[in-house]
Nanobody, 129 residues
Framework: QVQLVESGGGLVQAGGSLRLSCAAS??????????MGWFRQAPGKEREFVAA????????YYADSVKGRFTISRDNAKNTVYLQMNSLKPEDTAAYYC????????????????????WGQGTQVTVSS
């Protein structure tokens, strides 16, 4: 079983930046073969895709709403994935969740909730106008 723990959320003014982290652990975890993603859920809305990264780190994909502002990255030595969020907007306010799954292709990333097996508990990001 894999555990994912997010951190780094908080309150920030519009135009500001935050860096989220997601640390993975578990007896069965092979992080170097573990694709990861970030999703978010605002009150009253469905959980939506934000960004994804393959286990090789060379393949990334972003939702149009965050492209050019957010950057996903990973450090396989630390079993951690990051989401650098710049130029934040009030509409970015949501609970942010990291997700992971084993993948056999390093370039593969996944954008659908149903493609992930493991989820963190979430970290709240609030952007004030």
């Amino acid at each position: 079983q894999v555990q994912l723990v997010e951190s780094g959320g908080g309150l920030v003014q519009a135009g500001g930046s935050l860096r989220l982290s997601c640390a993975a652990s578990g007896r069965t975890l092979a992080f170097s073969r573990y694709a990861m993603g970030w999703f978010r859920q605002a009150p009253g809305k469905e959980r939506e895709f934000v960004a994804a990264i393959g286990w090789s780190g060379g393949s990334t994909y972003y939702a149009d709403s965050v492209k050019g502002r957010f950057t996903i990255s990973r450090d396989n030595a630390k079993n951690t994935v990051y989401l650098q969020m710049n130029s934040l907007k009030p509409e970015d306010t949501a609970a942010y969740y990291c997700a992971g799954r084993t993948s056999y292709i390093g370039r593969s990333y996944y954008t659908n909730l149903s493609q992930y097996n493991d989820w963190g508990q979430g970290t709240q990001v609030t952007v004030s106008s």
